[in-house]
């Protein structure tokens, strides 16, 4: 299992509430980023960092902000959350001194978001 | 921009019998990597193998390996002796060698292994 965590694993939250989804790394990768993930259905990259002060949209079109103070971690946050962001959140991470090159992504175990 | 497909939204496979996902990828890049994740029911992704693309040789990882043929962009995934863990979602990803970072995922094939 890769040294990648994610918290919480489960978030039942009402509509309008201002939630952060933590993800932090100990393989020192300098590469991070965040899926979206409806049950079931492919991956949509939603931000990705390739390092402190780096932080880019990716391709899915997201709500969601984030920010890349550490290197060890990547937080995403919502200010006011709302039901069509219910879904899983993956985080993953790539590159550096953790090894297995650039290349490979390790994944966290998913924080899974509904919103009321 | 590069495409991933994978035409087999489910398959299924009896235990201890041989089972191959297909992939199939449009590009115009030379050099890139290719992989298949494996994903179990309320589990975390997980890398199954890796091939690179500037390597003719089908990379294999115990029971997995794959069928790699760049000129017909096709990347299978040969499971053997399947066992009942290997139930997961699996997904067929790309990534550039050089540039961006980011990989371009398939739509996923869910495998039942049956008993």
């Known amino acids: 299992e890769a040294d990648i965590y994610q918290t919480p694993r489960y978030l039942v939250i009402g509509t309008g509430k201002k939630i952060t989804l933590e993800c932090s790394q100990t393989m020192g990768h300098d590469k991070m980023y965040w899926y979206q993930q409806d049950p079931g259905m492919e991956l949509h990259l939603i931000h990705y960092?390739?390092?402190?002060?780096?932080?880019e949209k990716g391709d899915l079109s997201s709500e969601s902000t984030v920010s890349r103070i550490r290197t060890e971690h990547f937080p995403l946050t919502l200010e006011s959350a709302r039901p069509s962001h219910t879904s899983q959140y993956l985080c993953?991470?790539?590159?550096?001194?953790?090894?297995?090159?650039?290349?490979?992504?390790?994944f966290g175990p998913g924080t899974r978001l509904t919103v009321l | 921009a590069q495409t991933v497909t994978q035409s087999q939204p489910e398959m299924s496979v009896q235990e201890a019998e041989t089972v191959t996902l297909s992939c199939t990828y449009d590009t115009s890049e030379s050099n890139y990597y290719l992989f298949w994740y494996k994903q179990p029911p309320s589990r975390q992704m997980i890398l199954v193998i890796r091939?690179?693309?500037?390597?003719?040789q089908n990379a294999t990882e115990n029971r997995f390996s794959v069928n790699f043929q760049k000129a017909a962009k096709s990347f299978s995934l040969k499971i053997s002796d399947s066992q009942l863990g290997d139930t997961a979602m699996y997904f067929c990803?790309?990534?550039?060698?050089?540039?961006?970072?980011?990989?371009?995922f398939g739509t996923g094939t869910r495998l039942k292994v049956l008993a």
């Open positions: 960092s390739y390092g402190v002060n780096s932080t």
């Open positions: 091939q690179e693309a500037y390597k003719q």
């Open positions: 993953a991470s790539s590159g550096g001194i953790g090894g297995g090159g650039s290349d490979t992504q390790y």
């Open positions: 990803a790309f990534m550039k060698r050089s540039g961006t970072y980011k990989y371009i």
